[in-house]
């Protein structure tokens, strides 16, 4: 039982056959076949089957058909027409007598050049996408190193501005340092000026008030002793007091807000003393009761004084 063939592997073993160098071109078969596929099988001449074959051709093949119909660049000659001349020149005819078909031969030569112009333009798009993909690669690989080398200097900034950052802080803290130093070592030295001053102007204030007390009492009596001791009392009162508002005052001046902190200890020998010189005075002028309260203030004083000096110790204990 002889073997059937369908139209399109009929198809594909012609479209085949158009190689210069087939074994049907060269023995001269491929003309009949020809002629009779153009009278007898005129069904065959579909572009969808012609494209589906030519797309699916190797590179060679697809070369070789090329060649045939003179669609080479390198290679124009167009053999195909040469084949067709060929065919009416020897009047080659089908067993039944037919002739070749010219009509369908140039419409079927029209569809073949169409589906390799079709081809090759489908594979210069292919091959400009795929240069393009490449290109788009390499602008993606060189964007991407763009932005790793940005992102690392971004990342050095960073690093510098913190490290400006920080040195910043400690040249702050060290001129806050200094204006601290600067500033103690001026409190310092008013403090110590006005120390100074507060006990030049009681010391000489002291010994000025009390030489002239003191050198009017000629012939001491009790009485002018007194006097002298009341009066003396009460100076120390009134130069204490001055000497308090001196150190408040430059407590104020070189501070930081706080209060002035009062020795309990000294505000009870200075009450103490006072007391004392002004009770012996009165006492000494006849003021026995005055005298007695003053002297009572005095031992309470006292008292009060060394329970303070007591606490005091304790606590700093």
Partial sequence: MAQTITEFELLKLILKSFDINSEQYINKTLQLTYVNLSTNVKSIDRVDNIASIIYGFSEDEFINIQRFFGLLEDD???????????????????PQGEKLNEAFSKKFSEHIRLCCFQRNFMMAVSKNAEEIAMSTLELADTAKDAYDTVGQAVKKAERSANSAK???????????????????????FIAILGIFTAISFMSMGSLQ???????????PTSSSLGYAMIIGGIYISIMYVFIIIMFVGMKKVIGNGDKYNFSTGVCALV?????????????????LIPGLMFITVCIVGLIVAFLATQ??????E
């Fill in 311 to 316: 606490s005091i110790t304790t606590e700093t």
């Fill in 209 to 219: 008030v009390l030489g002239d007390l003191f050198k009017d009492v000629k012939n």
């Fill in 76 to 94: 124009k000659e167009d053999y195909f027409s040469g084949f067709i001349e060929e065919i009416k020149n020897k009047e080659i005819v089908t």
């Fill in 166 to 188: 920080n040195i910043s802080t400690e040249a702050k803290k060290i001129a806050v340092e200094a204006e601290k130093v600067k500033g103690k070592i001026y409190s310092e």
């Fill in 271 to 287: 009450l103490i003393t006072v007391c004392t010189l002004i009770g012996i005075g009165l006492f000494m002028v006849n003021c």
